[in-house]
């Protein structure tokens, strides 16, 4: 009895389909959703898809794409390539291109067939191809909905990984439904699927939907569909335990005939999944023994190459094998019905079949049978066969091809993969056209482009062990190469790797070897504040780039020398060298982001906000032109968030950071990006989650800041000013904080010292508060030892620092802020007076936003404290109103604490003052009053009372806080004008 393969309708899926209905709702409205769809082999993934795609075609753009099976090394972009078929099929070549913008030459990275022209699409790198295929779809979204459905990426290679990954991160607002399936038992531990599904798990547009096992119920409803009757209860009952409710067993079981007799239904998944295929003729399952070799899908030109058995037993073959279920076919192609029957089969092919079968499909692709050979699928083929010879070379121009593709994990798995074989391969070197420890470091540096630099560490310290005789400019690649594998991680060591590369590299050496190095040592001196050195560095290079005629390395050496002379005080001669890099690029892409980068951080590091806002943006207007907004144009468009900041443009600039580290920059700028997070949450007012950030991101910014003068300064504001806020002195007063100003390392850099120093300032005037008042342990811990002199000199040594920064253009403002936050008899920041020198800085153009509010509140508590009432009632008004504008929080909270301290309204309307009958004060506390009046000590009025000093603080403080006075002074002014002085000689009673 011959039934149907499947079920007519679809069982037990009606809930799932709805899952997937209400995102595509979600998506046809405008938001940009995607749908991992997980369950074990057999489970009905397909069909479930099928039947979803199915039912929007009418109303979307469907594109489909399936990743093949080729073992550990997966073919570059293979679903991919499948979208653009798709794609380019239903749209049309014209169209494809129009609608992917200014990087639509990437394409012919995925599709040889859309390249338009001769123009080089390398530029801009992977980069430039992840957004030229988001530009695409979006572009194609505002027409209708485009659901991206790729079947099986528990097979996909890393680099379309990255690109959906890509793809969900950007793709916002389109209206894109990217739709993904996955083999859940076949994702173990250490698979690379996993840190893509943790990835995408971060994401709040990304729903995981796990398909479960049909009941008993729908087996049975299963049963019926296909049979067209039911069965008996024990039937069903075997069938649903063998099964185990899995729709795909299910549909095997009910398929087998079974004689009257009642043959035994197979009790192994193994028998299951073989028994239709050993119910055919012999010659056919010798056919289908072919395909399994193929892979998932396999072209009928193909097929006819190596099948043996001529052209009629290959069409009767195909036949029954299709009649019975087991094959499906297309216009041009054959594959199982399942992937499971095709494993099963293949796995039971003898030794000799599977190197036979390999080897044939091997020679047909290379003969360019079934179109151009994708060389990934040539090398897995012989590798089955075991032909190490020939597997040698296909897996070098893989390797290449991979390279080609930006598709560096494979790149680095096909390197790999020919190490492995080297020692079995006569004459390696001379067929892969390099010594083996050349291949070494060319998988180490795909393996870095993959993102497992540990792995490309470890292989290039590997290379450098090795007794393999290399010549000194080799050597200097592995050195270079590791130096640079250092930086990417944070970790120390670089600088001395660079050095010893470049004494291997005498000048007058071809190439830009020397030049590189030359650039990359004066980059990393400036970074860590050597600015001597970095000039040194930049010059030679500039004289090296004249030598080869390098329009790169000389715009690069232009650019860290102009920049390292800026900072070592000529700012002149500096600002001019630095213009000079943005002409010598000559067009280089990579030269002109560098440029564009530094020049608007540079610009804003002077207090040129405004011209830093519109050379970043400037910048990222090319990378859209260019097609590269959101790869390399995303460094840029994160240097526009701290000038957005300074120009108290705070909603556009925290849009910028979160839309930013969605897209995961790299680790310096996701760095700089989290410092200008948590000080904006900070200065918005919600401290608690600012330290909750920097708890989170501590690791990261820490160990990027040993290696960065700008990160560690950075990190020392985030630490000060998070530590302030939270009354934690402890870890202001760290290493991390004000410690950096004393490590043995710290070199003058204006730029980064002078912000910090006013943090600085500020938490060395808290701790005097402190130690002035007893709540300072200088017996142990962070403060052992700290006295005022301790204090004071250290006060001297910042003060020398600005005395010698005071070049820098903001310097004044820094300055007066130090002098503020310092000022008064007792340097805690009580000075009216300084704080309105420090004021009128704050109204400069090269002031941040956030300090006119803040020098405005603290002028008002200096005021207070000076008894100047009006004075300090005016200046908090002005506070309130400009904190309100900008949205500073902090301030707001400071200026509530304040009117509620001092009686003071934050409108402006006087507050009334009690009278004598109104302020309830206790018999101790008026006699303590009176003697305040007096202009008593605690001390005194202890004597005086038979209290203890302690006591008597305490009494001192309730009554301050009950007439709001902030002195001692305006406590006995606020008593005396309420009548409380005089009401107190009056009385005769006693505490």
């Given amino acids: 009895m011959s039934l149907p393969t499947t079920s007519p309708t679809m069982i ?12 595509f709702d979600a998506v046809a409205a405008g938001e940009s959703r995607s749908v991992v769809l997980s369950g074990e082999a057999g489970i009905g993934k397909t069909r479930l898809l099928t039947e979803f795609t199915r039912s929007v075609r009418s109303s979307a753009l469907v594109i489909t794409g399936q990743c093949v099976d080729l073992g550990d090394v997966a073919a570059p972009y293979a679903p991919v390539l ?131 096992r049909l009941s008993r119920s729908d087996v049975l409803r299963q049963a019926i569909a296909i049979r067209g009757s039911s069965l008996d209860t024990v039937s069903i009952d075997s069938v649903y335990a063998r099964s185990e409710g899995v729709p795909f067993f299910v549909e095997e079981l009910l398929g087998l005939e079974v004689d009257r007799d009642g043959d035994e239904l197979p009790d192994t998944l193994r028998e299951l999944l073989l028994a239709r295929y050993e119910r055919l003729a012999p010659a056919t399952q010798q056919l289908l023994r072919v395909i399994s070799a193929g892979g998932v899908c396999v072209e009928h030109t193909l097929l006819e190459r190596v099948f043996t058995g001529g052209p009629d037993a290959l069409d009767t073959g195909v036949r029954e094998a299709i009649g019975s279920n087991v094959l499906v076919a297309d216009a041009t192609t054959y594959e199982f019905r399942h992937a499971l029957v095709r494993e099963a089969i293949h796995d039971d092919l003898l030794p000799g079949e599977r190197s036979r079968f ?57 390197g790999e993969r020919l190490l492995e074989i080297w020692d079995q391969v006569p004459d390696a070197a001379a067929l892969v056209g390099r010594s083996r420890s050349e291949l070494m470091r060319r998988t180490a540096s795909a393996l870095r482009n993959a993102g497992w630099t540990d792995r490309a560490i470890a292989m290039v310290d590997e290379v450098l062990a090795t007794p393999e005789e290399r010549d000194d400019l080799d050597q200097a690649k592995l050195l270079r190469d590791k ?64 030598r080869t005629g390098s329009a790169r390395n000389a715009s690069v050496a232009a650019n860290i ?80 968030v701290d000038p957005l900041v300074a120009l108290g443009r705070w909603d556009e600039a925290e849009e910028r950071v979160h839309r930013a580290l969605a897209l995961q920059p790299p680790l310096a700028f996701s760095v700089y990006l989290r410092q200008s997070l948590i000080l904006l949450t900070l200065w918005r007012g919600d401290a608690e989650s600012a330290a909750t950030l920097y708890r989170r991101w501590r ?43 004393d490590a043995p390392d710290h070199r003058p850099m204006p730029a980064y010292d002078l912000p910090a120093l006013a943090d600085a ?71 009216a007076s300084a704080w309105e020198a420090a004021r009128a800085m704050a109204e400069h ?120 006075a902030a002195t001692r002074t305006e406590a006995a002014m606020v008593a005396g004008a309420s009548g409380l002085l005089a009401a107190n000689a009056g009385r005769t009673d006693r505490p």
């Fill in 358 to 414: 390999h080897a044939g499909f091997a020679e047909a692709l290379e003969a360019g049978v079934g179109g151009e050979p994708v060389a990934a699928a040539v090398s897995h083929h012989w590798m089955l066969a075991r032909d190490f010879g020939r597997a040698f070379p296909a897996t070098v121009r893989a390797m290449e091809q991979a390279h080609a593709a930006y598709a560096y994990s494979t790149e680095a798995q096909l």
């Fill in 845 to 964: 153009p090269f002031a941040p936003a956030a300090l006119a509010p803040y020098t405005a509140l603290r002028l008002a508590e200096a005021r207070v404290a000076a008894g100047d009432r009006p004075g300090a009632q005016d200046t908090l008004v002005v506070a309130v109103a400009e904190a309100t504008t900008l949205g500073a929080g902090l301030v707001l909270d400071g200026a509530r604490a304040l009117a509620e301290r001092a009686s003071l309204n934050l409108d402006g309307r006087p507050r009334a003052r009690g009278t004598s009958g109104s302020i309830e004060l206790t018999a101790r506390e008026r006699q303590v009053l009176q003697l305040i009046a007096e202009g008593l000590s605690n001390r005194q009025i202890g004597e005086r009372l038979f209290i203890s000093a302690k006591t008597a603080s305490v009494h001192v403080s309730a009554i301050l806080r009950k007439l709001g």
């Fill in 82 to 212: 499948g979208l653009m078929k798709d794609l380019v099929a239903q749209r049309g070549r014209d169209a494809v291109l129009e609608a992917a913008g200014p990087g639509k030459a990437s394409l012919a990275t995925l599709l040889p067939t859309l390249g338009p022209d001769a123009q080089d699409h390398r530029d801009g790198g992977v980069g430039r191809l992840h957004e030229t295929v988001a530009v695409l779809l979006e572009a194609l979204s505002r027409q209708q909905p485009v659901v991206v459905a790729i079947e099986d990426v528990h097979w996909a290679d890393g680099a379309t990984l990255s690109l959906l990954a890509f793809l969900v991160r950007v793709l916002s607002d389109a209206r894109v439904m990217v739709v993904l399936t996955f083999r859940s038992e076949d994702v173990s531990r250490g698979h690379p699927l996993r840190g893509f599904l943790a990835e995408l798990d971060r994401t709040r547009r990304v729903e995981r939907h796990a398909l479960e």
């Fill in 483 to 546: 130096a640079f594998y250092l930086a990417n991680l944070g970790r120390p060591g670089s600088v001395d790797l660079l050095e010893e590369a470049l004494d291997r590299v005498p000048p007058g050496t071809p190439g830009d070897l020397r030049g590189v190095l030359l650039t990359s040592l004066g980059a990393r001196h400036m970074i860590i504040g050597r600015l001597e050195r970095a000039i040194e560095y930049a010059d030679e290079a500039a004289r090296e780039a004249v």
């Fill in 561 to 640: 020398g102009g920049i390292a002379r800026i900072h070592h005080g000529e700012l002149e001669s500096g600002s001019r060298m630095l213009a000079t890099a943005e002409t010598l690029a000559d067009g280089d892409g990579s030269a002109l982001l560098r440029y564009r980068v530094n020049a608007s951080d540079m610009a804003n590091l002077l207090g040129s906000y405004e011209e830093a806002l519109a050379s970043a943006l400037e910048g990222v207007a090319r990378a859209k032109e260019l097609g590269v907004e959101r790869s390399s144009g995303l460094i840029l468009s994160s240097n526009a």
């Fill in 699 to 741: 690791k990261g910014m820490l160990s990027l800041s040993g290696l960065e003068v700008q990160t560690r300064f950075g990190v020392a504001r985030v630490v000060m000013q998070v530590g302030l806020a939270a009354g934690d002195l402890a870890g202001a007063w760290s290493p991390a904080g004000v410690g950096v100003f």
């Fill in 12 to 23: 037990g899926r009606a809930s799932d389909l709805r899952a997937l209905q209400a995102v």
């Fill in 761 to 831: 300032a500020r938490v060395l005037a808290r701790i005097r508060v402190s130690l002035a008042t007893g709540t300072l342990d200088v017996a142990s811990g962070p403060f052992a030892g700290v006295d005022d002199d301790r204090l004071r000199q250290q006060e001297e040594r910042w003060r020398a620092l600005l005395a010698e920064e005071r070049f820098w253009p903001t310097a004044p403002l820094w300055g007066a802020l130090v002098d503020a936050e310092l000022g008064g008899p007792d340097g805690t920041g009580n000075d």
